[in-house]
């Protein structure tokens, strides 16, 4: 389906919901059946370096208590997706140096020797040489998505760092042959509908593997505590045109979508995304990972909520998949080369 920037525009507007929804899960069942992938994600550390004003991890907030996991326990939590049958490690913290490159490339090799299991990296901004050394190392993936594309309030929420950088970063990781994911934070303060628009087309120009969305949701100890949390029916709606616009890409519905509202991630599912990612942090740290309010408090995403997460799954008409889950780009962009 073609969509020009007016018919995007449009359909934000929410005038014909029924169509866009039916249209995307008509895209996902082409593509992906009626498969769920599932993701198993370890934040292993809520460390961060940067100071963005939306998120509860950065560096200027006091009042959360900060955690670090050993690499024993990283390759426990491992351990633990493997023998779920899930077969996607999901590793994502904020930027904290106090893990060394060779470390964690330590705990990827260690990983990848004992289970065959792909690995996603969600590990922020770092050099050629450390993507290199992690893509050697067994790293499958990497996550880190853009934010927002409009620079001005993306400079605002994000001091100390640089737009093009950031998609620098990206480029540097397809380079290396990693499956690339980006996305937004729908509702970022000072972006508008045009931002949406913009971003929608520019993320869909970048061809990516992962697409990662979700609702900006307000956190009490940041500076953007009364700010409007980002609204969810248009972050539906950016689901469900770029599912049309990327039909090939793996898509989660987000735990930001279910905090920001209930059964939101379900209902993401039912238009266009593909992917669950239940947190296997271990629970003593887990509401720590506090990026925004709610974050890792429900309790029925958790190892063993596992079944609720599958009947949540089935109850929004769809199937869980164990497989692997690459993105069938990845085998196109193989033939092509
Ligand atoms: N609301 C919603 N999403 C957030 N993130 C960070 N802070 C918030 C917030 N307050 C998202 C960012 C980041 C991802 C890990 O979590 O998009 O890339
Ligand atoms: Fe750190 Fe990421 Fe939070 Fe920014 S959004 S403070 S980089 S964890």
Not at 149 to 163: E, I, L, V
Request: aromatic content about 8%; hydrophobic content about 40%; proline content about 3%.
């Amino acid at each position: 389906m073609n969509l020009t920037d007016s018919d995007i525009r449009e359909y934000l507007t929410g005038k014909n919901d029924a169509e866009l929804f039916a249209e995307a899960d008509k895209v996902r069942r082409e593509v992906f059946g009626i498969d769920v992938y599932l993701r198993g994600i370890i934040e292993f550390s809520n460390h961060c370096k940067q100071d963005c004003l939306y998120c509860g991890l950065r560096r200027s907030n006091r009042h959360i208590v900060r955690y670090r996991l050993s690499m024993d326990e990283i390759l426990e939590c491992a351990g633990e997706i493997a023998e779920s049958g899930i077969s996607t490690i999901v590793f994502q913290t904020g930027e904290d140096p106090f893990y060394s490159d060779e470390a964690i490339a330590d705990i990827i090799s260690a990983i990848k020797s004992r289970i065959d299991i792909a690995i996603t990296l969600s590990l922020g901004e770092r050099s050629f040489n450390t993507y290199k050394l992690w893509r050697e190392a067994g790293a499958d993936r990497y996550l880190i998505r853009m934010e927002s594309f409009n620079k001005k309030s993306y400079a605002q929420a994000r001091p100390g760092t640089n737009w093009q950088e950031r998609l620098n970063c990206l480029e540097i990781l397809r380079e290396l042959d990693y499956e690339v994911g980006s996305g937004i934070m729908i509702g970022l303060p000072g972006d508008s509908v045009d931002d949406v628009v913009i971003a929608i087309s520019e993320l869909t120009t970048m061809h990516l593997h992962m697409i990662g969305m979700g609702p900006f949701v307000a956190h009490s100890q940041t500076p953007f505590a009364s700010e409007e949390n980002g609204n969810v029916d248009m972050t539906l709606r950016m689901y469900a045109l770029m599912r049309i616009l990327n039909p090939m890409a793996n898509m989660p519905s987000t735990s930001a979508m279910e905090t920001a509202r209930r059964g939101g991630r379900m209902r993401g599912l039912q238009v266009g995304a593909n992917v669950i990612m239940p947190s296997f942090t271990p629970e003593r740290v887990k509401e720590l990972y506090n990026i925004y309010p709610g974050k890792n408090v429900q309790k029925d995403f958790d190892e063993d909520g596992l079944q609720a997460a599958l009947a949540m799954i089935n109850k929004a008409g769809y199937r869980v998949s164990f497989v692997r889950g690459d993105s069938p780009l990845k085998d196109i962009e193989k033939c092509i080369m």
